[in-house]
Nanobody
Framework: QVQVEESGGGLVQSGDSVMLSCVVS?????????MGWFRQVPGKEREEREC???????????YYTDSVKGRFTISRNNAKNTVYLQMNNQKPEGTAVYYC???????????????WGRGTQVTVTS
């Protein structure tokens, strides 16, 4: 059984940096899957989660939504079955629950991600 667990969220001030981690267990072929970080705000459904960043299986191709380009960095360590999201210069609009998803081929839509974690709350105060 595949398990996905995010960590690293919390309360931060505007301008601060925070790193999220996502560990995938129960999957021996982690290095064959793309990973994505999404965020969801209150009132939005799961299908409306915003794709923040994605990374392909090898880590050499990444995607970022426009609002985080230059501030966020997605990376992965396949030896540790872990993907990271380094968030610099956080802004209050970044307040959300951040979710990690596992996808065979990747993409920015939630429906191509088969497994999700429970999410980690990031609250950015001004």
């Amino acid at each position: 059984q595949v398990q996905v667990e995010e960590s690293g969220g919390g309360l931060v001030q505007s301008g601060d940096s925070v790193m999220l981690s996502c560990v995938v267990s129960g999957r021996r072929t982690f290095d064959k899957y793309a990973m994505g970080w999404f965020r969801q705000v209150p009132g939005k459904e799961r299908e409306e989660r915003e794709c923040v960043a994605t990374i392909n299986y090898s880590g050499d191709t990444t995607y970022y939504t426009d609002s985080v380009k230059g501030r966020f960095t997605i990376s992965r360590n396949n030896a540790k079955n872990t993907v990271y999201l380094q968030m610099n210069n956080q802004k209050p609009e970044g307040t959300a629950v951040y979710y990690c998803g596992v996808s065979r081929f990747g993409g920015t839509k939630t429906d191509v991600y088969g497994e999700w974690g429970r999410g980690t709350q990031v609250t950015v105060t001004s």
